[in-house]
Nanobody, 116 residues
Framework: QVQLVESGGGLVQAGGSLRLTCVAS????????MSWYRQAPGKQRELVAAITSGGGTNYADSVKGRFTISRDNAKKTMYLQMSSLKPEDTAVYSC??????????WGQGTQVTVSS
């Protein structure tokens, strides 16, 4: 089992920045890919960014150049640095960890609200 706890969400003005943090515990040796997803009211959950255990990254087109995903394996922590935030970035952001056996684990989510 893997437990994930997110933090760092909040209210920010458009153009501002936030950094989300996801701390993992439990059977973290089984984790391959870690990702950030978001879900806005009335919309489907979407992948924001992903990072492999080797450091390879992937971003949604809507956040490329503005968001940066990173992970510190020693600290069992993943980050999402969000800059130039837009009102359309408003959503609940959730941390996901996928094991080598393709089991998905989720955090509880953290609210990000960007005001115009």
């Amino acid at each position: 089992q893997v437990q994930l706890v997110e933090s760092g969400g909040g209210l920010v003005q458009a153009g501002g920045s936030l950094r989300l943090t996801c701390v993992a515990s439990g059977s973290i040796f089984s984790i391959n890919v870690m990702s950030w997803y978001r879900q806005a009211p009335g919309k489907q959950r979407e992948l924001v960014a992903a990072i492999t255990s080797g450091g390879g990254t992937n971003y949604a087109d809507s956040v490329k150049g503005r968001f940066t995903i990173s992970r510190d394996n020693a600290k069992k922590t993943m980050y999402l640095q969000m800059s130039s935030l837009k009102p359309e970035d408003t959503a609940v952001y959730s941390c996901n960890a996928r094991s080598v056996m393709l089991t998905d684990y989720w955090g509880q989510g953290t609210q990000v609200t960007v005001s115009s």
